[in-house]
């Protein structure tokens, strides 16, 4: 904590911590005259910086394996644009146009359109 105030050369107004007891201690120590907060929900802002790091993982949640998961990003990096046209460079019957002849050119790749329906 000290080396964090260091750094950062200003007092702050206010410390939220969760409730590690050894929070408050140094808290006492270092800054006693600040105000600490130490609130189950109140640090919620930092626990939302993990957040690129959670959605990667939920991504992995699908796969057996991370060599799994790789093999069918691989694939789909390549199919995935195919799919997303820069749609705000467009206007709508542009688009419309564009993602008419993706699915054609999807269709005679896959073969899909030979095939006939299921229910």
Known sequence: MCRLLKTTRTV???VVTDKLRSYGA???EVMPSVEHRSHKGLNNRAENSHQPARQRERAM???RSVGGAQRFLAAFSSISPHFRPRRHLMTAPGYRAEM???FAIWDQITDAA???ATA
Request: glycine share 14%; proline share 13%; aromatic share 6%.
């Open 12 to 14: 702050p107004r206010v």
């Open 26 to 28: 140094a808290h006492s």
């Open 61 to 63: 949640k699908g796969f």
């Open 100 to 102: 008419t002849v993706c």
């Open 114 to 116: 030979g095939r006939p």
